[in-house]
């Protein structure tokens, strides 16, 4: 891809770039500790696919400086819904919803599996969601902060039990974009 490619907001070089589903996917695969969500699988699962991509295997040998950007305007509706049902009928979450609920724990776990040392940032955009991405993603690059960027954007559908889209396809969606290289903005 030409460091252009794929939207107008990436000024960088797009080293390495996965969506979640492609042809042939199902569910994503699970991620020990975290239960209930899609949301928490399908990080892992696309910043994997985009990382493998990238680096072949783990871990990433230069991913110390490495950040991670997390973009979802809802972050995890699933659990979520959960915890606020099970309260609402006057029952105790179960504890792994407290710690999967912050969409940086996923990125977290994204990070040591892969070896990423950089920044860890979480997003609710209020615009384009890819656009608000990557000039965060560009601003960790331009002040030295981090030489490369995992930006993973992911909205979950509002009925996580299997929504399916027109043509089939789950309706909960994530990209995941490695950048890079490039002149500073």
């Known amino acids: 891809m030409s460091p ?3 939207h107008p907001a990436d000024r960088r070089t797009v080293l390495a770039e996965a969506a979640w589903p ?3 996917d199902g569910a994503p695969p699970p991620v020990p500790g975290y239960v209930h969500s ?39 509706r699933a659990s979520a819904a959960h915890v606020r049902a099970t309260v ?21 776990h994204v990070a040591a599996r892969w070896g990423l040392g950089g920044p860890v940032v979480c997003l609710a955009p209020t615009g384009d969601p890819r656009a608000e991405g990557t000039a965060e993603a560009e601003l960790l690059l331009h002040d030295g902060d981090a030489d490369r960027a995992l ?4 909205e979950q ?6 929504a399916r889209d027109a043509g089939g396809q789950p ?7 490695l950048l890079g290289g490039g002149d500073a903005p």
């Not at 559908?157 to 299997?162: C, L």
């Open 88 to 108: 609402a009928g006057g029952g105790r979450p179960g504890p792994l919803f407290f710690f999967q609920s912050v969409p940086n724990s996923v990125a977290g």
């Open 151 to 154: 930006l993973v954007l992911i």
């Open 157 to 162: 559908a509002p009925d996580d039990g299997g």
């Open 22 to 24: 492609e042809p042939g």
């Open 38 to 76: 899609s949301f928490p699988p399908l990080v892992a699962a696309v910043a994997e696919r985009c990382l493998t991509r990238a680096y072949g295997r783990r871990p990433a040998l230069d991913g110390e400086r490495t950040a991670i950007v997390l973009v979802s305007a809802a972050g995890d």
């Open 171 to 177: 309706g909960t969606r994530a990209v995941a974009v």
């Open 4 to 6: 252009t490619a794929g």
